[in-house]
């Protein structure tokens, strides 16, 4: 089974700290997929990265950075510099596995990102 | 603009009513996607449909209802039957239903049930 878990309910921290979200993920597939998404206050779910299992690379994108590790199964998020903008709940979802033709995605219950002036 | 809309943004609907949530999408995608999320809760899958005409129950589809009789359009019927309807009800879309590609969300529409 698949599973996705974000065992940070909410974070607060003052703006311009680095912070880290955390994400630990289960699948027995050997291929599969890892996102995070934003969702600020609007509700919209604004997508932010896609890695596939293949790829190990950390990656970066201005203040936000990405840590994979296939040997913890883990697929951390650090925003470095934090700014009041950044809050939002964050997600973190696993697609792996065909199931119908299709692959669903499975989402962690989200981490609460408060940063306060 | 590409993008998803759903509308309306706020629904209030009395108990034992059916109340239909409209998702559009004009990025010529083939998936197309229903979930629920729940206060401190992530997202959950309702329905998800690959193609025109064809659509798979989700996770938690007991008590909803879809159909897609046009590649733009995914409507989601809220039924009486369904025991806890008040929630925060996203619609999403992709290329198609493999995880290459990413899911893209529409603005979402709160449902309150009294």
């Known amino acids: 089974a698949q599973k996705v878990t974000q065992a940070q309910t909410e974070i607060s921290v003052v703006e311009k700290e680095d912070v880290t979200l955390d994400c630990v993920y289960e699948?027995?597939?050997?291929?599969?997929?890892l996102f995070w998404y934003k969702q600020p206050p609007s509700g919209e779910l604004v997508f932010l990265i896609r890695r596939n299992s293949f790829d190990e690379q950390n990656e970066i994108s201005g203040r936000y950075s990405w840590n994979f590790q296939k040997s913890t199964s883990s697929f951390n998020f650090t925003i470095t510099a934090s700014q009041v903008v950044d809050s939002a709940v964050y997600f973190c979802a696993l697609g792996s596995g065909w199931i119908q033709g299709a692959q669903k995605l499975v989402f962690g219950q989200g981490t609460r990102l408060t940063i306060n002036p | 603009d590409g993008g998803i809309t759903q509308s309306p943004k706020y629904l209030f609907r009395k108990e034992g009513q059916n109340v239909t949530l409209s998702c559009e999408q004009n990025l010529n995608h083939d998936a197309m996607y229903w979930y629920r999320q729940d206060p401190g809760q992530g997202l959950r899958l309702i329905y998800y449909s690959q193609i025109v005409n064809d659509f798979q129950k989700g996770d938690i589809a007991e008590g909803y209802s879809v159909s897609r009789e046009k590649k733009e359009s995914f409507p989601l019927t809220v039924t009486s039957a369904q025991k806890n309807p008040t929630a925060f009800y996203l619609c999403?879309?992709?290329?198609?239903?493999?995880?290459?590609?990413?899911?893209?969300f529409g603005p979402g529409t709160r449902l309150t049930v009294t």
């Open positions: 999403a879309s992709s290329i198609d239903q493999s995880s290459v590609y990413e899911q893209y």
């Open positions: 699948t027995r597939d050997t291929t599969y997929y």
